[in-house]
């Protein structure tokens, strides 16, 4: 069993960077594929970054090199690095960790861009 907290959300002005954390608990975090996906209000969730256990990465085509995800194995925890935020990235933001036919998802975290 892993249990996910997300952090580090908030509200910013566009343009603006925040970076979100994802704190997992439970055994062999290094084994699990770890993402990232974002529901906006009325829309359906979707992927924004990948890391593999191999540190492997992989970015929605919307990301267009402004977000960066990153992964500390000794720490058990993904980070999500987010610049240049324009409004329509204002979502939930939810951590998911992925291994075979195994998911596991936090509770999400509110991110806000607006002027």
């Known amino acids: 069993q892993v249990q996910l907290v997300e952090s580090g959300g908030g509200s910013v002005q566009p343009g603006g960077s925040l970076r979100l954390s994802c704190a997992a608990s439970?055994?062999?975090?290094?084994?699990?594929?770890m993402n990232w996906y974002r529901q906006a209000p009325g829309k359906q969730r979707e992927l924004v970054a990948t890391?593999?256990?191999?540190?492997?990465?992989n970015y929605a085509d919307f990301v267009s090199g402004r977000f960066t995800i990153s992964r500390d194995n000794a720490r058990n925890t993904v980070y999500l690095q987010m610049n240049s935020l324009k409004p329509e990235d204002t979502a939930v933001y939810y951590c998911?960790?992925?291994?075979?036919?195994?998911?596991?998802w936090g509770q999400g975290t509110q991110v806000t861009v607006s002027s």
């Open positions: 890391i593999t256990s191999g540190g492997s990465t």
């Open positions: 998911n960790a992925a291994v075979a036919i195994i998911r596991y």
């Open positions: 439970g055994r062999n975090f290094n084994i699990y594929a």
